[in-house]
């Protein structure tokens, strides 16, 4: 920073030479050139830090839509499972009510 400073403060000398500014004129004249330089630079940066952001957003968001599908299917797989053992237990179930009727009934 202070190679441009010293860049600005030799412009705006060159600048303004024979228009009578004194010394403190043209350090003042230089630290406005080189915030202006500032401002320009963290504008462009906070551009960059932005697309940056959004980029990040959009793939967080892809990859919550990738998660959502993943879990729903995964629900669905469970709710199908759970079904399935029901019926297993309830097939035992009634086949032990059945050995029970043949067994009692059997003379």
């Known amino acids: 920073m202070g190679g441009l400073l010293a860049q600005k403060q030799k412009e705006a000398a060159d600048q303004d030479k024979?228009?009578?500014?004194?010394?403190?004129?043209?350090?003042?004249?230089?630290?406005?050139?080189?915030?202006?330089?500032?401002?320009s630079q963290m504008v462009r940066m906070q551009m960059q830090v932005r697309q940056v952001a959004h980029q990040m957003n959009a793939q967080?968001?892809?990859?919550?839509?990738?998660?959502?599908?993943?879990?729903?299917?995964?629900?669905?797989?469970?709710e199908h499972h759970q079904t399935l053992q029901w019926l297993?237990?309830?097939?035992?179930?009634?086949?032990?009510?059945?050995?029970?009727?043949?067994?009692?009934h059997r003379f």
């Open 60 to 78: 967080y968001e892809q990859q919550l839509g990738t998660n959502r599908e993943a879990s729903a299917v995964m629900h669905k797989l469970n």
């Open 18 to 39: 024979g228009n009578g500014l004194e010394r403190h004129d043209l350090e003042r004249h230089a630290m406005g050139a080189l915030a202006a330089d500032l401002q």
């Open 88 to 104: 297993n237990a309830s097939a035992s179930s009634m086949e032990r009510e059945i050995a029970e009727l043949e067994a009692s």
